[in-house]
């Protein structure tokens, strides 16, 4: 996907409630939001295509391909 459509697809998505997100076996991330929308992002075999961020540091990151990286965070 062409990067600048990329960024007007996310800008729509933004303040909406995400109800869950998941990953297929293949590293690729489904999100679902409460509005019934859902996105997919699929992994990519030379870059890493997605990364997610929570509370306390948790970080998951899809690397090419399609293995996660994921940091925990506080353990608090």
Do not use: I, N
Not at 20 to 46: C, I, K, Q
Not at 54 to 72: F, I, N, Q, R, Y
């Amino acid at each position: 996907m062409d990067p600048d459509r990329g960024r007007a697809v996310l800008a729509t998505l933004q303040g909406r409630t995400v109800k869950s997100a998941a990953t297929d076996e293949s590293g690729g991330l489904l999100v679902s939001f409460a509005d019934g929308t859902h996105v997919h992002v699929g992994s990519d075999e030379e870059y890493e295509s997605w990364a997610l961020a929570g509370p306390g540091g948790m970080k998951v990151v899809c690397m090419p391909g399609g293995e996660l990286a994921v940091w925990s965070g506080d353990e608090s």
